[in-house]
């Protein structure tokens, strides 16, 4: 009785030795390169060119996963070993103060913008493919950058230097047909050589710092009644030289004239005609509304012709015949 027991323990303990590498027979592995991380988590590093970065740069790939990275493991039907996205991230403040935004693509050419959680990286853009045996494919995916048109912070010069970590993607393994929370590999992506975004801005080479209004009579200013008088102005223009593609502004400060409903009207400073001021409009359509920022140029020319004119401006009362004079100073604002 006793070696009857002894070969039954002997038969348990080796089906459940058995039982163990059944169930450990092979390793679903990610590469990075030289870097492996098999049925785990793992921080791979990948070192990138950089672009040059500016205005007419709205688009584009900065890796090619391919080129180092790969899997092996069984993605059919039974193990459905796979790599999907789990977040996608530019971690460099000066990129996304340019606009960008980080994107990636799959094996079908699908381009998914950050954080792209659940995109599918191996073995294919759909996780799964129908043969059981196992294999080594490349992670076939593209990661880059964009922005939309017109956005992001140009008015300064920005470097972001050589093995500066600019972009992070988590992705997430499935091992035996689920997704493994304890297996997370971290791709950190850094430059390898410094990344330069150009300053734009503009030089102002002629303006007209005193603009002189043609002399009106009294009773025509009255007879036309309160509001811009139209027969009766003065054009003034600023020059500038810009590097091309700069996004100018300028904003206007004075002290305005009350009681017209609008901000866009100079107050006179001489005494005695407290009821007539001087309008400016921006190529003589658009009323330039004082300590407020408007846009001149959005995206400017090497030279650039900016136009303004200059009206008197009647609020209604008494006036009396004799000089106007108004000030005003200007900011312009380069991007």
């Known amino acids: 009785m006793k070696r009857m027991m002894s070969v039954l323990w002997r038969l348990l303990f080796c089906c459940l030795i058995g039982f163990g590498l059944m169930n450990y027979a092979y390793a679903y592995v990610c590469y990075n390169g030289s870097q492996s991380v098999g049925n785990g988590s793992a921080t791979f590093t990948v070192m990138v060119n950089p672009v ?12 090619s996963m391919n080129s180092y990275a790969s899997c092996y493991g069984a993605p059919g039907p039974n193990s459905k070993d796979a ?3 789990n977040s996608l991230e530019i971690t460099d403040s000066r990129l996304t103060d340019l606009g960008y935004r980080a994107y990636i693509i799959d094996a079908s050419n699908q381009k998914t913008a950050a954080p792209a959680a659940n995109v ?3 073995p294919d853009a759909s996780c799964t493919i ?25 008015n300064t010069a920005k470097t972001i230097p050589a093995n500066t970590k600019i972009m992070t993607m988590k992705t997430q393994m499935r091992i035996n047909g689920g997704w ?10 850094y430059l390898n050589a410094d990344m330069v975004a150009p300053a734009y801005t503009c030089l102002i080479s002629q303006y007209d710092s005193t603009v002189t209004l043609p002399s009106v009579a009294r009773s025509d200013i009255v007879s036309h009644g309160a509001g811009r008088y139209p027969n009766a102005k003065k054009a003034f223009k600023f020059n500038l030289a810009c590097d091309e593609q700069t996004r100018v502004s300028v904003t206007f400060d004075g ?25 400016l409009l921006f190529n003589d359509s658009t ?39 108004a000030n005003t100073t200007f900011t312009f604002e380069y991007q």
């Open 120 to 122: 599918c990286l191996w």
């Open 52 to 63: 040059a970065l500016n205005k007419s740069l709205t688009d584009t790939i900065l890796t």
């Open 287 to 325: 009323p330039v509304k004082m300590a407020e920022k408007l846009e001149v140029a959005g995206s400017a020319q090497a030279t650039e012709l900016l136009s303004f004119n200059a009206y008197y401006y009647y609020k209604g009362g008494d006036i009396s015949g004799g000089p106007v004079k």
């Open 83 to 85: 790599l999907r996205v």
């Open 255 to 279: 002290d305005t004239l009350s009681g017209t409903g609008t901000d866009s009207v100079l107050k006179n400073k001489l005494s005695g005609n407290d009821n007539v001021g001087v309008q």
């Open 180 to 189: 493994d929370s304890r297996a997370i590999i971290t791709w950190n992506f």
């Open 130 to 154: 129908s043969s059981e045996v196992s294999i080594t494919r490349p992670i076939n995916a593209q990661i880059g950058i964009d922005r939309a048109s017109g956005s992001g912070n140009w």
